[in-house]
Every structure is written in C-alpha cells, then in structure tokens.
C-alpha cells in the first residue's frame, strides 16, 4: 500500500510540476492497478507540420506566398536590374538624357 | 490647385510620419540602421516638401533642398541604412565614410551650380520635375510646347538646348546615378533578399510581405525618377506618393512582433 501511494505520488508530480508530461495513464497489469505517465512525445521541432497551428510559419497552401510572392520577387528582380543599368548607361554617357 | 500640387502635400506628410516612427525606433534601440532610415526618410519627406513648395512659388533654396536631397541622396541614405541591417561586418562604416564624403561632395558642387540657376525659366505651371534639366535638342527634332530654347556652346559646338533650371552639363547632375545606384542595389536588393530568405525558409510571413511591400515602393520611386531623367517628369509626384505609402505599410508590417509557436497536442493513446 505504501509503495503504492509512493508510486501515485511520484507520478502526480511529474506530472503536475513536468510541464513535457501529458495526462498519466492508467493501467491494469497482472500486479493491479499501475499509474504511468506518457512522456511528452510532442516536441515542437518533431511535430509534424501539418499539426503546427505557429502564426510566424507560411501557411503550406497558401495562393500567395506560392506563386504571388516569388512571382513578384523575380519581377522586382528583373526591374531592380533593368534601373542600374540604366543609372550605369547615364554615367558612362551612353544613354542622353 | 491642380493634382500636381496636392500631391506633394500628402507625400510629405506621410513622409513625416514614417520619419518620426522610424527615429523614435532609433532612440529606444540606438541600432545603426535606424539612424540611416530615419536620416534617409527625412531626406525624402524634405524633397517632397520642396516639391510641394515650388508647385506654388520659386525658392532657390529651396530648389537646392529638392535635388540634392530629394533628387541625388535620399536613396542612397535609406539603402545604407539596410546595408546596416543585413551586414555586420567593418568594412560598413567604412562605406559610411564614403558615403558622408560623398554626400557633402555632392552638396559642394549643388552650391556651386546655385549661382548659375537660369531662374527665368521657371514656371508653377509644370512640375519642378518636368523643367529641372538643360536637354541638347537634337538635330531633326522639335522642342515641345511652351519649352523655352538658347543657343549655347556646349562641349566645342553651338548647340540648340530646351532650358532648364540647372544648366547643362552641371557635374551635381552625374553624382546622382550613383547614389541611385547605390540606393537600388541596398534598399531594393535588400529587401528582395530578405523577402526571399523568410520566404525560403517558410518563416515570418509578415516580414516577406513587408519587404515586398518595401521593395515594392523602392522600386517605384526608382522607375518614377528615371521616366524623370527622360523627361517624363509627370509621373514623379504619384510615383512618390505611392512609394511612401508602400514603404510604410511594408515598415510596419515587417516590424510587427511575432506571436508565439503554438504547438498542437497529438491525442493521447486509448488503452
């Protein structure tokens, strides 16, 4: 009996004060009643993504940041080349203005 | 007033309002990039205030504030700025030197060019941006409407010129590429590099869409004062406006705190 109680007892901390623990577990074995824990098997870095609700992840099918976005970036890119070259024709005196 | 001259008045204010948030960052952080953006956006907003000034009335003065700071440096000071940002290496601040030297460089050689300001010229009836330049008129071609012309020699030869404010060949005119080129390859680049390493790395969705958005206003300043340079000086003011509206909403939008990662728990086993 006591080491039952022990036992609970111990299990109920972890619990309570392990905030990687999740709801003990109980079970019946050939012994009688056992109380176990399940370790925390959600570690954020292990998770799935699709179990990720985080708002500073993009979304996976998201219209925008999977076509707008790098559409936009290769535009801006093209334009971004296109104005320096200019600006380069202006000082080497190849473009009049 | 036509929509030329409230233009400016909107840019400006905005403009204002972007410089004081980004500078009270500056105080609270004391973090380099902040002092260049702020510096860079007070430039800006002082362009625009001129503009806004000389679409009512002639200020010599004023009109040096408009090109040197509105015209040659702002971009240039802004991209620093994100150079800042993105680099933390030395050799930066030694890019400031330059970047300082060739600053006042340029506000040596707009001081000089003030005395010879062809001021009869101007005109509240255009855009400063569409009679700021002396243009060669070439062989064969006609000047256009209400366009003032002289005979000059220019370079050995007499040459025919459409009159502008600052006269031709002035060297403060060939500083400026190169802060805009300096500009475009920090401010835009920067931005678009940024946006793509949060949008490769699938994070902070705010901070891809502010730096589009930065780029984005970047870009269109850009491409409104190269129309400028060819002459197409119209579209300076909307292109300004849009630029600073498309500039703050991507600051602001970039700079939102992050909420926290919200893990999701699996179901715990049934026995």
Same mark, same amino acid.
């Given at each position: 009996?006591?080491?039952?109680?022990?036992?609970?007892?111990?299990?109920?901390?972890?619990?309570?004060?392990?905030?990687?623990?999740?709801?003990?577990?109980?079970?019946?074995?050939?012994?009688?009643?056992?109380?176990?824990?399940?370790?925390?098997?959600?570690?954020?870095?292990? =998770?799935?993504?699709?179990?990720?609700?985080?708002?500073?992840?993009?979304?996976?099918?998201?219209?925008? /940041?999977?076509?707008?976005?790098?559409?936009?970036?290769?535009? =801006?890119?093209?334009?971004?080349?296109?104005?320096?070259?200019?600006?380069?024709?202006?000082?080497?005196?190849?473009?009049?203005? | 007033?036509?929509?030329?001259?409230?233009?400016?008045?909107?840019?400006?204010?905005?403009?204002?309002? /972007?410089?004081?948030?980004?500078?009270?960052?500056?105080?609270?952080?004391?973090?380099?990039?902040?002092?260049?953006?702020?510096?860079?956006?007070?430039? /800006?907003?002082?362009?625009?205030?001129?503009?806004?000034?000389?679409?009512?009335?002639?200020?010599?003065?004023?009109?040096?504030?408009?090109?040197?700071?509105?015209?040659?440096?702002?971009?240039?000071?802004?991209?620093?700025?994100?150079?800042?940002?993105?680099?933390?290496?030395?050799?930066?601040?030694?890019?400031?030197?330059?970047?300082?030297?060739?600053?006042?460089?340029?506000?040596?050689?707009?001081?000089?060019? =003030?005395?010879?300001?062809?001021?009869?010229?101007?005109?509240?009836?255009?855009?400063?941006?569409?009679?700021?330049?002396?243009?060669?008129?070439?062989?064969?071609?006609?000047?256009?409407?209400?366009?003032?012309?002289?005979?000059?020699?220019?370079?050995?030869?007499?040459?025919?010129?459409?009159?502008?404010?600052?006269?031709?060949?002035?060297?403060?005119?060939?500083?400026?590429?190169?802060?805009?080129?300096?500009?475009?390859?920090?401010?835009?680049?920067?931005?678009?590099?940024?946006?793509?390493?949060?949008?490769?790395?699938?994070?902070?969705?705010?901070?891809?869409?502010?730096?589009?958005?930065?780029?984005?206003?970047?870009?269109?300043?850009?491409?409104?004062?190269?129309?400028?340079?060819?002459?197409?000086?119209?579209?300076?003011?909307?292109?300004?406006?849009?630029?600073?509206?498309? =500039?703050?909403?991507?600051?602001?939008?970039?700079?939102?705190?992050?909420?926290?990662?919200?893990?999701?728990?699996?179901?715990?086993?049934?026995?």
């Amino acid at each position: 009996m006591t080491y039952i109680i022990r036992r609970f007892t111990y299990s109920m901390s972890l619990v309570i004060f392990n905030k990687n623990l999740r709801k003990p577990m109980l079970t019946h074995s050939r012994s009688g009643l056992k109380i176990s824990t399940i370790e925390n098997q959600l570690k954020s870095a292990d =998770m799935p993504d699709h179990q990720k609700t985080s708002k500073s992840h993009i979304p996976e099918s998201s219209m925008l /940041f999977e076509k707008i976005v790098p559409a936009l970036l290769f535009f =801006m890119g093209i334009v971004t080349v296109t104005l320096i070259l200019f600006a380069a024709g202006v000082l080497l005196g190849i473009i009049h203005f | 007033m036509s929509i030329n001259q409230i233009l400016p008045f909107f840019s400006t204010a905005i403009m204002l309002g /972007f410089t004081i948030y980004v500078l009270q960052r500056f105080f609270i952080r004391r973090a380099p990039h902040f002092l260049f953006w702020g510096l860079g956006l007070a430039m /800006f907003g002082a362009g625009s205030f001129a503009e806004a000034y000389l679409s009512l009335a002639w200020s010599p003065w004023v009109f040096f504030v408009w090109y040197l700071f509105g015209a040659a440096l702002n971009a240039a000071w802004i991209g620093h700025g994100t150079l800042y940002l993105l680099v933390r290496k030395r050799w930066v601040h030694v890019v400031t030197g330059v970047l300082v030297i060739g600053s006042l460089f340029a506000g040596f050689l707009m001081l000089q060019v =003030m005395p010879k300001l062809d001021a009869a010229v101007f005109t509240t009836s255009k855009p400063v941006s569409e009679q700021y330049g002396t243009k060669v008129l070439e062989a064969g071609t006609t000047a256009p409407a209400g366009a003032q012309t002289a005979t000059t020699t220019y370079r050995g030869e007499q040459v025919t010129v459409i009159r502008g404010l600052l006269p031709l060949g002035s060297p403060v005119r060939l500083t400026t590429p190169f802060f805009n080129i300096y500009g475009l390859l920090t401010l835009v680049g920067g931005a678009i590099w940024s946006a793509f390493l949060f949008w490769r790395k699938r994070v902070l969705p705010n901070r891809v869409i502010g730096n589009v958005l930065i780029a984005a206003g970047a870009l269109f300043i850009g491409s409104a004062s190269t129309l400028t340079r060819l002459g197409y000086g119209q579209f300076l003011y909307l292109g300004e406006l849009v630029s600073a509206i498309l =500039m703050f909403a991507g600051f602001r939008f970039a700079a939102r705190p992050q909420p926290e990662e919200i893990p999701q728990t699996a179901p715990a086993a049934a026995d």
